[in-house]
């Protein structure tokens, strides 16, 4: 092994991270290179100083902040969370459609005839008096005073 | 199935009960890797909530063909690279409050004349930590204090081992050029 290729290998070495063939070639360069075994002894030395900090706790309302914040969030996958998103908007205009369609076939099938009148027209045509709108009968008051408005015409 | 894998898989079905026990089991791992990451302890638990909103959120893209915690990892790692990123100017929170709370309490072994000495020479060497590069920091965060190996470190960070080995080595070998002049000077 060469000092470049040694030399980047040493934080390795130190991590226990080189494989066994490795760490022989590593260690047999070291013994015989006075340059790189100080480079190693340097690097030993600024390790040992590297310490972590003192570690911290969370505070106590930690997981009630995040609680807080996943509230209004779903969990689950893209799919699942499109069609919830989407859901109300087309329950309504399926809602809506199937309605229309059942009233559909309801007004066209299920009402019998009467006369060329759907029975429901005929009954709803008495009680609301809808035969003023028929053409003015020949004998009425109506009629005579219809044709007396063409004579003078 | 593995216990955190259950859990896992109940919480990406929307079960909070799962989820709190997934917080309480890793809080503290993602706390303390922040921590380290920012020297900032005001912040630590924004980025955690963060943290674990996205496990919540994301729970179901969780691939049962990798340990949880190699995932619970990488989300806390990227939370904290995106988080640098977003605020470049990372000497803004650096405290010197913090570095007199820094883990190299050793005042109790030397006269309290050197007290002074001791408080220096933790601030250069957290100074030295924090000036590291993102990603050489979280490396070697990685390694050093959370013990995890280099192909464990490969799988959160995402890259090769042999880029992981390069990263150690460039942050160690910064830190040395950092501190080694104060050996020189008697100071440590």
């Given at each position: 092994?060469k000092?470049?290729?040694?030399?980047?290998?040493?934080?390795?070495?130190?991590?226990?991270?080189?494989?066994?063939v490795?760490?022989?070639?590593?260690?047999?360069h070291?013994?015989?290179?006075?340059s790189?075994?100080e480079?190693?002894?340097?690097?030993?030395?600024?390790?040992?100083?590297?310490?972590?900090?003192?570690?911290?706790?969370?505070?106590?309302?930690?997981?009630?902040?995040?609680?807080?914040?996943?509230?209004?969030?779903?969990?689950?996958?893209?799919?699942?969370?499109?069609?919830?998103?989407?859901l109300?908007?087309?329950?309504?205009?399926?809602?809506?459609?199937?309605?229309?369609?059942?009233?559909?076939?309801?007004?066209?099938f299920?009402?019998?005839?009467n006369?060329?009148?759907?029975?429901?027209?005929?009954?709803?045509?008495?009680?609301?008096?809808?035969?003023?709108?028929?053409?003015?009968?020949?004998?009425?008051?109506?009629m005579?005073?219809?044709?007396?408005?063409?004579?003078?015409? | 199935?593995?216990?955190?894998?259950?859990?896992?898989?109940?919480?990406?079905?929307?079960?909070?009960s799962a989820?709190?026990?997934?917080v309480?089991?890793?809080?503290?791992?993602?706390?303390?890797?922040?921590?380290?990451y920012l020297?900032?302890?005001?912040?630590?638990?924004?980025?955690?909530?963060?943290?674990?909103?996205?496990?919540?959120?994301?729970?179901?893209?969780?691939?049962?063909?990798?340990?949880?915690?190699?995932?619970?990892?990488?989300?806390?790692?990227?939370?904290?690279?995106?988080?640098?990123?977003?605020?470049k100017t990372?000497?803004?929170h650096?405290?010197?409050?913090?570095?007199?709370?820094?883990?190299?309490?050793?005042?109790?072994?030397?006269?309290?004349?050197?007290?002074?000495?001791?408080?220096?020479?933790?601030?250069?060497?957290?100074k030295?930590?924090?000036?590291?590069?993102?990603?050489?920091?979280?490396?070697l965060?990685?390694?050093?204090?959370?013990?995890?190996?280099?192909?464990?470190?490969?799988?959160?960070?995402?890259?090769?081992?042999?880029?992981?080995?390069?990263?150690?080595?460039?942050?160690?070998?910064?830190m040395k050029?950092?501190?080694l002049?104060?050996?020189?000077?008697?100071?440590?």
């Amino acid at each position: 092994m060469k000092c470049n290729k040694v030399k980047k290998k040493i934080a390795a070495y130190l991590d226990g991270e080189l494989n066994p063939v490795e760490k022989n070639e590593f260690l047999l360069h070291i013994n015989g290179c006075e340059s790189c075994s100080e480079e190693l002894e340097d690097m030993e030395f600024a390790v040992s100083l590297i310490k972590p900090l003192e570690p911290i706790k969370p505070s106590p309302y930690f997981y009630s902040k995040i609680r807080n914040n996943i509230g209004t969030q779903h969990s689950g996958n893209v799919f699942t969370r499109l069609v919830s998103l989407n859901l109300n908007g087309l329950s309504i205009a399926l809602s809506t459609l199937i309605m229309l369609l059942l009233g559909s076939i309801l007004g066209n099938f299920v009402i019998p005839e009467n006369n060329g009148y759907p029975v429901r027209t005929a009954e709803l045509k008495n009680a609301l008096n809808l035969g003023v709108f028929n053409d003015i009968a020949e004998d009425s008051f109506g009629m005579v005073y219809n044709d007396l408005l063409k004579e003078k015409k | 199935m593995q216990n955190d894998e259950i859990l896992i898989v109940a919480t990406a079905n929307g079960d909070k009960s799962a989820f709190e026990e997934l917080v309480e089991k890793y809080k503290l791992i993602v706390f303390n890797i922040i921590h380290q990451y920012l020297c900032n302890s005001s912040e630590t638990e924004d980025l955690a909530q963060e943290v674990f909103i996205k496990i919540w959120k994301y729970a179901s893209t969780f691939n049962p063909k990798y340990k949880f915690s190699t995932w619970i990892y990488r989300i806390t790692v990227n939370t904290c690279l995106n988080y640098r990123k977003a605020n470049k100017t990372s000497n803004k929170h650096y405290s010197l409050d913090q570095i007199e709370e820094s883990g190299n309490n050793d005042t109790a072994e030397k006269p309290s004349n050197d007290t002074s000495e001791i408080k220096e020479r933790n601030e250069i060497i957290t100074k030295a930590l924090l000036t590291l590069p993102s990603n050489q920091k979280m490396a070697l965060i990685l390694s050093q204090f959370e013990r995890r190996s280099y192909k464990d470190i490969a799988e959160i960070m995402e890259i090769s081992v042999s880029a992981v080995e390069s990263l150690i080595f460039r942050a160690k070998s910064n830190m040395k050029n950092q501190l080694l002049p104060l050996k020189d000077k008697n100071q440590l």
